[in-house]
Each structure stands twice: as C-alpha cells, then as structure tokens.
C-alpha cells in the first residue's frame, strides 16, 4: 500500500498496472483470471492469480468469515493465521494451500494483502474559496471545522509540531510502532486539513482548511511510507467502532495500490463501504498513475480503494502558484479513470494538490530527503512543500468537515453531491480527468445554506457551480433496469470505450457531443456537448434521477432521494429546490 505523494521527480508508488492494455484510442480491461477445471472456484485478484502460476511459497492473502470459520479452515489446510480481522484473516499460505483455499465452499472470492504507499509530489486555501468560509458574511456563519473529527489513516503524525499540538485526539498504530511519523507524509497530510496557522512571521500565513476540526491519528504506514491493505482494513474499522467516542465523521486516506480485482470483491473498497454505511465520508486519493515514467499520458490508472463508488475519490490540480481558478489545470501524475474491471466514473472530484506547503515532521525521510521543498521555519514550525493526490484528497477532506459543521446531519451521500455540484468542471479534460470538477469550499457551502448553485467570486474571478453529479451518489442494487442510450444526435466518432464488466459505452468525440451509457453501480446515461446542454440520467441507490441543461445557462435535477425533488433555475440567477422535507439538503 502506498502513500501518493509526487515529490519533485519524486513519486511514490509503482507505473500503471499491467492488465490494462492499450489499442488505439481503444481502452480494454484484462478480466480477472478465471481457473480451469470443474468444481468450485472462488474468484481471485489479480496479484492472487500471479502467485499461483508462478508456484510462490509464502503468499499473504485475505480471507472472510467469522472467527470460528477462519479457525476451521486453518486447522483444514495447516494454515497460519498472520492476524485476525473484524471481517475475517490474513493467512500466509503457499501456492498449493492457496489453490486449497480456492476450492473450499466457504469463499467466495480471495484477495492479496497487497502493499500500499502514500500518494505525495500557497494558495490552496484561498484558491477554494476556503478564507472567504474562515471569515463568514452576513449570510452565513464563520465555519473552521469545529466539532468535527477526523481520522488519518497514514504514516503517523507528528504531534509536536506546532500546527498540530492538541489537534490530535488519539493515537494507535496498526503497524505495531508508536505513532510517530518518520517518513513524513502523515504530518504533511494531517495539516493540511487540520494544521493551526504557523507560530512565526514566515509561518503564520499556513494553516489547515479546516483549522478548527481534529484528528485522529492511526499509522498504517512504515518508516519508507509503505503497509499492508489489512493494516489499512483494521484502521477503518477501528474508527467505525469508535466513531462516537471521538465524534469521526470523515476517514482521509491519501494512500493506495494498484487495482487488482473489481470493487465488490476487494477487502479494501469493502472496508470503505462499511465505513459509508455506517455515516462516515471517506474521502480517497485517485493516485499518481496519471502518466507513465517515459512521461505518456494514460487512462485508467485510479488507485484502490478509490475505485469504489462509496468514496469521494481525488485527482490533483496544478494551481500554478495563484488563487486564480482560470489557469488551474490537472497535474500530470493525478491519476485518470475509468476504473479497472468495473470501469466507473472515477476520480469525483479534483483539489490543489501540486507544491502544497504544509507541516514537516521533524527527522523524517521526506525531510532529510528532500531537504530542496523545505520552504519556511524550523524545528516544530518547519514547513515543506510536497505534491500528489494525497495532498489533493487532504484538501478535499478539509472541505468536508467545514460542512459538516454547518449542517450536522450531512450523509455522505448528500456532503458527496453537494462537492460535485458545486465544483467547476474541466471541459478540457473532462469527466475521466476531473470528474465533476474542481472543489470550490465557498460553492458547497452557499449551497449547503440556499439550496441554490450560485456563482462565487473567488481571487476577482466569477467561479459557477456545474451542477453536475457524476456516477452514482452510491451504488444501485443488483436488480438493474435496461436504459437504451439517445440516438438522436449524430456525431463523430472519434472514441469508443465498451467493457462487459457492467456493459458500458463511451461514445463521441473530447470536446463535442458525447454518450456516456452503462451500468457501473446503476443504469446511467450522460449525453451532450462539453459546452452545452447535457443529460445525466439513470439511477442511484436513492432512485432515478436527470440532470439536465447548460453548463451556465437553466439547469433541471430531479429524482428521488427519500422523497422526489427538482431543483431548477440558473446558475447565476433564480432557483427553485422542491421536495419533501428529508429529500431536501
């Protein structure tokens, strides 16, 4: 499991996974291998299907069940147990007994305990309208996060950094250490969402988007940024567990692997469905495999578990050192959709993520390092510059939390639209770069208060909401409807992107008119131009929905959510939310 920190030349984390292939402008995604023979064969990831062909004879692979049942199938194979989780073990096995494994009745799929890093390369806060949320207007009240909690799961955090002394409520490390961050990453994260303004004259304009929140700090990740998925599992369910106790409402994971299987069946996305469920936001770096180490650009390459459609997964803006949105543009190494296997509309959204200054922790390798991105103060008030979607998704994760002081009682389906609807969208780079576009704090928060998208001036420049909600808010269930996509628009066809693996198709050209039709987590159809009227129609866990209109001109969202709504107007002129009172935001 990696961190994804982009640092300088400096990236953390493997190229583009090899299952995916390329012909032409034709992306094609390798089916999990499927065994031989008759019988029963559980279904195995990617990594998994590797170790067996090639005979490995100490493999770590995670299993479910009950404690009883993983007891039992320990003594069936003379297994052994590495460690229990809450929703079953990891065994270190050899190629036979994972063969074994792989025909026994009770699994039903099987997954690697697969390595993970970090994913790392000032305007951050002012470039998201953030500053304007700190200070509040006559409308609305000064948010700064407080009250709201949040967990780290990362390399540890340094608290005796001036930026985040008594910020931290709890400390627990699933890697067996003491919590403290030695490489460096976890620190830089933790303030970025939470970090109190520096203590010296060069410092003191630093601080967190949501300086008043807390943070749990849970270390999933070693001295070198690397840890297992099933550290990362235990950490999520530790925080669902005492998600009361310290009042955790958002998970921040800026960390993630390769895809290996689809979503469904990997330990991780299930993990982060738990945590969904059970209300926390989790938000998740889309990973630094948007270009490859030769410097090509390519598709696909979002990480897990930003893979699943229950986190709000982050690529990185490149802000280009001004608060200016009008010439942010997509880092180069943010990762890009679609998923592997499922193919889902992936990242969500985007955030400032390139040369972000944030807290350095003390002695640690990315500072020893990379002594060159240490930018202001020392010792306890030392501050570096790192980049990456991690610091993408600590943003993002900020953001969250100011809203979640506001209004409470946000689901994380509901806190997940209203990001994307007020996010600016990216024709140049679209859905699969950008997703709904990028965050803008100030939007989600006026629309949070007035129901209405409404433009927000930011560093002089008039910044409109896309209204537009990208995927579904959370996946629909198995019983899926057949949707025909429209074919009343003619078009060239510069582009055809189709898989089995929930039948999808992407049709049309990159800056003109385009069909996006499938069934990833829901029947959807997205149709339009990228300057003019679109169409996003399908279903979602809460029923089906349309959004429809301009991009700056009447737009129209209707559905179901407890209860059917509409939401018309403009983007910059009158609106109407109607509904009933638990469908309203």
């Known amino acids: 499991m990696s961190h994804f920190c982009h640092r300088a030349r400096v990236r953390c984390g493997a190229g583009l996974p090899a299952a995916l292939l390329f012909v032409g402008a034709t992306l094609v995604a390798a089916a999990p291998a499927v065994a031989a023979g008759g019988g029963h064969r559980a279904r195995l990831s990617a990594d998994l299907a590797d170790h067996l062909a090639v005979g490995s004879q100490s493999i770590r692979v995670i299993v479910h069940g009950e404690r009883a049942e993983i007891d039992a199938l320990a003594a069936r194979y003379n297994l052994r147990v590495a460690r229990y989780l809450k929703s079953g073990a990891v065994f270190v096995v050899n190629a036979g007994q994972l063969e074994a494994l792989r025909q026994d009745e009770t699994q039903d799929h099987l997954s690697g305990d697969i390595r993970l890093q970090s994913s790392v390369d000032a305007m951050m806060a002012e470039s998201i309208g953030a500053d304007q949320v700190w200070a509040g207007s006559d409308d609305l009240p000064a948010l700064t996060g407080e009250g709201i909690s949040v967990a780290v799961i990362d390399s540890g955090i340094d608290t005796r950094h001036a930026a985040l002394r008594r910020r931290v409520l709890v400390t627990r490390d699933f890697t ?6 030695r490489f460096g990453h976890g620190t830089h994260v933790a303030a970025i969402i939470a970090g109190r303004a520096g203590r010296t004259m060069d410092t003191r304009e630093q601080r967190g988007i949501a300086p008043g929140a807390y943070l749990l700090n849970l270390r999933v ?7 297992s998925a099933s550290d990362v599992i235990d950490a999520i369910d530790w925080t669902i567990e005492h998600r009361h106790e310290f009042n955790v409402r958002i998970i921040n994971l800026s960390l993630g692997a390769p895809v290996m299987q689809p979503y469904r069946d990997d330990p991780l996305c299930e993990a982060v469905e738990r945590a969904v469920r059970a209300g926390l936001v989790v938000v998740v770096a889309a990973g630094n495999y948007g270009r490859t180490a030769e410097g090509v650009d390519v598709m696909g390459g979002i990480a897990t578990p930003g893979n699943s459609p229950f986190a709000i997964t982050v690529g990185a803006l490149d802000t280009h050192g001004t608060a200016k949105r009008s010439d942010d543009t997509l880092a180069p190494y943010s990762a890009k959709g679609p998923t592997r296997f499922d193919l889902n509309l992936k990242p969500d959204v985007v955030a400032p993520g390139t040369r972000v200054v944030s807290a350095e922790a003390a002695d640690s390798y990315l500072a020893r390092t990379y002594a060159m991105r240490h930018v202001a103060g020392t010792g306890a008030n030392a501050y570096m510059q790192l980049s990456g979607t991690s610091m993408a998704a600590g943003v993002v994760s900020g953001s969250v939390a100011l809203l979640l002081e506001q209004k409470s009682a946000l689901n994380p389906s509901r806190t997940k639209a209203i990001l994307q609807l007020s996010s600016t969208f990216l024709p140049t780079v679209g859905l699969f770069g950008a ?14 208060d007035t129901a209405r998208i409404s433009a927000t001036e930011i560093a002089g420049e008039v910044s409109l909401g896309s209204g537009l909600l990208t995927g579904s808010i959370q996946p629909a269930s198995k019983n899926r409807l057949t949707r025909t996509p429209p074919s009343s628009r003619t078009v060239t066809v510069k582009q055809i992107l189709w898989s089995t693996g929930g039948d999808q198709i992407l049709w049309g050209t990159s800056a003109g008119d385009h069909i996006l039709w499938g069934t990833a987590v829901g029947d959807q159809i997205l149709w339009g131009t990228s300057t003019g009227d679109h169409i996003l129609w399908g279903t979602s866990a809460v029923g089906d929905q349309i959004l429809w209109g301009t991009w700056v001109g009447d737009q129209i969202l209707w559905g179901t959510s407890t209860g059917d709504q509409i939401l018309w107007g403009t983007s910059t002129g009158d609106q109407i939310l109607w509904g009933t009172a638990d469908g309203d935001f």
């Open 176 to 181: 067996g250490g003491d919590g403290v961050d």
């Open 435 to 448: 997703g709904a576009g990028a965050i803008n704090a100030l939007g989600a928060v006026q629309l949070l």
């Open 221 to 227: 990740l070693g001295d070198d940024g690397s840890g």
